[in-house]
């Protein structure tokens, strides 16, 4: 494998601001579509909004389900600590590409891409499609990858890699996200006569434990454990001399395979309910669900986990870890969206992501870059599938 291709492509990557927000990818969703199309692959850019895009890159093949690997244009601000490297300078120094977005995940669209250009220099035609996936907007709300399931653009799909930081271990599932707000409305009065409101801010106090101690029904999984939830904003009153008419609360649910988001939508209203009514008969209340994406689970068992740790040991000479991750990634919308297995398998060590003075290294830039090629060598065509 080029290593100087996958790091010119990382760093030129880097180098263009697709901070999030507001995000800015079409920049990069160009730079991929005009590299890969100078290699002989095909590219088509997605048009979301002003500035947005994904693109989606192709290296046609048989009839076969097509291998899908994604990752993601958008970064993280730089932050507010100081570093040592300038976060959009792609410096190369001590084997490392250094950047916002070296490692989550600019490095891993670059494996990628490297990987499709080297499986067409030498005319490789693969059972079916190999595809690049290149979404705007993971980092607020699986943007692209939703944009990407409505207008049906991986039609023909079988198999999903993403390419997010993994140290080169196969990561097979994920928590679902559950994001809701919460509102108490009561009744604004003088704080001299409380007893004219209803208060809303002391009434959400009380909702906080309940839910924090609600017993949300769920099987252990065995890699992901158990779920979680976390009250994490709050805001509610104004005016030490004014009884707060509104509270808000919003919670983040992380969420197993067993459990269903519609039931625990329901139960998280109920004891809202509950604790307003005996607070006080007046108060209204309201939820609403900002984040709703079911955890996604492939069985180890799969042919796509078996291949992509066999074509990592080929690579790297050690056996992968096959585990769960407790965040969502694209492929919450994708997996599910396309009905395929998904894996999580990409450079970079998952740690790195949004932190200052973020790098990935070259020897695993290039490692990335010859298993995904592996891969797609690997998976089973046609023939080997119907014996
Ligand atoms: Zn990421």
Request: charged fraction near 20%; include cysteine; aromatic fraction near 6%.
């Amino acid at each position: 494998m080029d290593s100087d291709l996958v790091v010119r492509l990382t760093r030129e990557m880097v180098r263009m601001r697709s901070v999030n927000p507001p995000g800015d990818e079409r920049p990069v969703a160009e730079y991929l579509a005009t590299e890969a199309r100078q290699s002989g692959l095909e590219a088509e850019l997605q048009e979301l909004d002003v500035g947005r895009s994904n693109c989606v890159v192709r290296l046609p093949g048989g009839d076969a389900p097509a291998l899908v690997f994604t990752g993601h244009l958008d970064v993280v601000p730089p932050g507010e600590q100081a570093w040592e490297h300038d976060p959009f300078g792609a410096d190369l120094a001590d084997g490392r590409v250094y950047g916002r977005g070296s490692a989550d995940m600019k490095g891993g669209v670059a494996a990628i891409l490297a990987a499709m250009i080297g499986l067409r220099s030498t005319g490789f035609h693969p059972a079916g499609d190999v595809v690049l996936a290149a979404t705007a907007g993971e980092e607020a709300g699986l943007y692209g990858a939703r944009a990407m399931v409505d207008r049906a653009s991986l039609q023909g799909a079988g198999y999903l890699v993403v390419a997010e930081p993994s140290d080169l271990n196969v990561f097979v599932a994920e928590k679902g996200v559950l994001w809701m707000d919460v509102h108490y409305y009561g009744r604004t009065a003088h704080g001299s006569m409380p007893w004219l409101g209803v208060n809303a801010v002391s009434a959400m106090a009380r909702l906080i434990p309940v839910l924090e101690a609600y017993p949300f029904r769920f099987e252990e999984s065995p890699i992901l454990g158990k779920p979680t939830l976390s009250v994490n904003v709050i805001g509610g009153g104004n005016k030490t001399n004014v009884v707060p008419d509104h509270c808000r609360i919003v919670l983040d649910m992380r969420t197993v395979p067993t459990q269903d988001h519609a039931v625990l939508i329901d139960e998280v209203r109920r004891q809202a309910e509950a604790v307003a009514r005996a607070s006080n008969q007046e108060i209204r209340v309201d939820i609403t669900v900002d984040q709703n994406d079911r955890s996604v689970e492939t069985n180890p068992e799969e042919p796509l986990v078996q291949a992509m740790a066999a074509s990592v040991r080929a690579v790297t000479g050690q056996e992968p870890r096959i585990e769960g991750v407790t965040y969502a990634t694209d492929a919450a919308v994708l997996a599910p969206g396309f009905k395929i297995p998904m894996v999580i398998c990409g450079p970079g060590a998952p740690g790195m992501a949004h932190q200052p003075d973020e790098w990935v290294a070259v020897e695993q830039l290039t490692q990335a870059a010859e298993a995904y090629a592996d891969l797609a060598r690997r998976l089973p065509g046609p023939a080997e599938t119907s014996r």
